[in-house]
């Protein structure tokens, strides 16, 4: 492959002025477009010799075969052009959404003569203004139905309401007193009017002069002893309450924000967005982006805010963010445009908005677990991933027993393995494995062993592997039968073996089938910062696309073999610190717990003075003192 494209501009062709960028394919395809402060300064990175380039970014430039770009006075013309001419083509290497679903609004409809309000999933009612987005119809629903009972604007269907001002006679709304009666003129299209604005300035804020004036008016009434009135009054106050106490207030009474929660990967990022009005959460959106191109995640939040607000009606003064876009004056300017008043984009750094956004990221984060396991949830999905993997690694058959290895050590000391399996695309928690290492030099040494250890089992299917219960590694073979357990060897091979790492580690793992004389289990290793797959021999990675559900399956796999091997290591070093308290005479098991709950961690239970382990309950002066000491002796003896 030749280092320099093509199609490279000649030096000096490129302005240096801001500007959008397109590459095109030998079809004319556009495949990826960008802006730019300065063209020149940002083409030249794709342009850079291809070795350096990012896998993703490197294939992108190798498929295109020109590029074209367009200079703009200023930076949000660039912003502005960038937006429409992703939605006009649709380019394949920019960042795709993808909504979690089609989400309820609630809508009022102020185009019409009398505004009525409806539950809708269509956005593009002309003149509506909405509210939302619901997890669920039925939470619009119930809103509505307390909404009009303090202000009763029409519900009824169009041909309702039609019939109702030929007749004369309400609708059936206006007959059970849930409208106020706008088609059969009880109240004019006027004070129907007034009523919905009072509507709209309610859900747009939650304004709580509805409820102070309301509490007047029923107390005035009451005063009067016009207790009817005082009645209606007091279910109106009941409903506005019943409103606002849906969700709490998460932010200051009069804070007006859309907040951005946002998790990430190589290959793909969640989207949490909650629409923050009157303090309070009104609504919540979730949306995944598949990533192709390297992007960073102050770009990821600019593409984000396009997406959300290109078309929008509703942009609130403030907009909270994970991290500040490079652009964020500009896009200020190109919302405020939009709003017709100034927008301020900020991060959440503290406070009541970092809280929020901590509750955003996690929920951001759960969703995005959710889009990777969904993948290969289903039978259709794992066996598309099974059958992608044979192809992408040039196997005889699919991998139908897939097993992945992850060694984990603290700073090079107390170094274990985890060996995870997945038949049929699915996790066998029952023959997932943990190992502890003893002596090595590093992690291909680490890797070499394990696998070595397991493919042993291979050549004596008669035996049985010795398990430690307390800990569940591979011990020896001289373990007491009191204190292990046994369970039959692993006579049935993987197809494929997977490790956790990129060259040097695969190099390992077919050294190590070599030498077990096992060449005929293929091996694999995915490297997690660029999320390559390596194979032994190949000096190219293999890129697997992005919505390939074998990368999906790679990445669930390595995944839970690391977390397994995190697990294993807390395990060993809580037991490890259980076994040496154990040893002090006076302290037994419920005060071990209480012990180690009160200090946190073994290393500040080790930094302890004796006066401080005193205090902890049901320890006495003498008990703390030989806690302190033993734990100096333990620790000044390993050293």
Not at 29 to 38: D, E, H, I, P, S
Not at 91 to 120: C, H, Q, W
Not at 157 to 179: E, H, L, N, V
Request: net charge neutral; with cysteine.
């Amino acid at each position: 492959m030749a280092d320099v494209l093509p199609y490279k501009p000649r030096a000096g062709e490129i302005p240096t002025d801001p500007g959008v960028y397109r590459f095109r394919d030998a079809a004319g395809r556009v495949l990826y477009v960008g802006k730019a402060k300065n063209l020149r300064q940002r083409l030249s990175n794709y342009f850079a010799p291809l070795r350096t380039l990012h896998e993703r970014t490197r294939r992108m430039v190798t498929t295109a075969t020109s590029v074209e770009w367009t200079v703009v006075p200023t930076d949000v013309d660039s912003l502005q052009l960038e937006y429409m001419w992703i939605k006009e083509f649709d380019p394949p290497f920019n960042v795709r959404y993808k909504d979690d679903k089609s989400y309820p609004f609630m809508a009022v409809t102020l185009g019409d003569e009398a505004p009525r309000v409806i539950v809708t999933r269509n956005r593009k009612i002309p003149g509506a203004r909405y509210f939302g987005p619901y997890p669920k119809v039925w939470a619009v629903h119930e809103t509505i139905d307390l909404m009009v009972k303090a202000f009763p604007i029409r519900t009824c269907s169009d041909a309702s309401y039609k019939r109702a001002m030929q007749t004369g006679r309400p609708c059936f709304p206006g007959q059970i007193g849930k409208c106020g009666g706008p088609c059969s003129m009880t109240v004019t299209i006027e004070e129907h009017r007034a009523m919905v604005d009072d509507f709209v300035a309610f859900m747009a804020g939650g304004d709580e002069r509805f409820t102070r004036d309301l509490t007047k008016r029923m107390l005035a009434a009451s005063a009067a002893m016009d207790y009817e009135a005082a009645a209606k009054y007091r279910d109106k106050l009941s409903a506005i309450e019943a409103v606002l106490g849906k969700s709490a207030l998460v932010l200051a009474a009069d804070e007006d924000a859309d907040l951005f929660g946002i998790a990430e990967d190589e290959l793909a990022a969640a989207v949490q967005h909650f629409t923050i009005r009157g303090g309070r959460v009104r609504g919540v959106r979730a949306m995944t982006i598949e990533k192709e191109i390297d992007i960073s995640s102050a770009d990821l939040v600019d593409q984000v805010l396009q997406r959300a607000y290109g078309d929008a009606q509703d942009v609130p003064r403030r907009i909270l963010v994970p991290t500040l876009p490079d652009d964020a004056t500009e896009l200020e300017e190109w919302l405020r445009e939009r709003r017709g008043r100034k927008v301020e984009i900020a991060v959440a750094q503290r406070g009541q908005r970092a809280d929020l956004m901590r509750t955003a990221t996690i929920n951001a984060q759960q969703a995005l677990i959710r889009h990777k396991t969904r993948r290969t949830s289903d039978y259709v999905a794992r066996t598309q991933a099974l059958t992608d993997l044979q192809e992408a690694l040039g196997m005889g058959e699919a991998p139908l027993r897939i097993e992945c290895f992850d060694i984990s050590h603290l700073g090079g000391t107390n170094v274990v393995a985890s060996m995870v399996v997945f038949e049929d695309g699915l996790p066998r928690k029952d023959q997932y494995r943990s190992f502890n290492i003893a002596e090595t030099t590093d992690d291909t040494d680490s890797m070499y062993q394990v696998l070595r250890r397991r493919l042993a089992y291979l050549d004596r299917p008669e035996e049985v592997e010795t398990i430690d219960p307390t800990t569940d590694e591979v011990v020896g073979e001289d373990v007491g039968e009191a204190t292990a357990r046994r369970k039959p060897r692993f006579a049935y091979p993987p197809q494929l073996l997977l490790v956790d790492g990129g060259q040097p580690q695969v190099e390992a793992a077919a050294r190590a089938l070599r030498d077990a004389g096992h060449t005929e289990i293929a091996v694999c290793g995915i490297a997690k910062r660029l999320e390559e797959i390596w194979l032994p021999g190949d000096d190219f990675p293999v890129i697997l696309p992005r919505t390939s559900e074998a990368l999906y399956l790679l990445q669930r796999l390595r995944d839970e073999a690391h977390r397994f091997a995190i697990t294993h290591q807390r395990k060993r070093r809580r037991n490890d610190i259980t076994t040496v308290l154990a040893e002090v005479p006076g302290l037994g098991a419920s005060r071990i717990k209480v012990l180690l709950k009160h200090f946190g961690s073994v290393t500040a239970l080790r930094a302890a003075a004796p006066g401080q382990i005193e205090e902890v309950q049901g320890i006495g002066p003498v008990l703390a003192q030989n806690i302190h000491s033993h734990l100096a002796t333990r620790q000044s003896g390993t050293r």
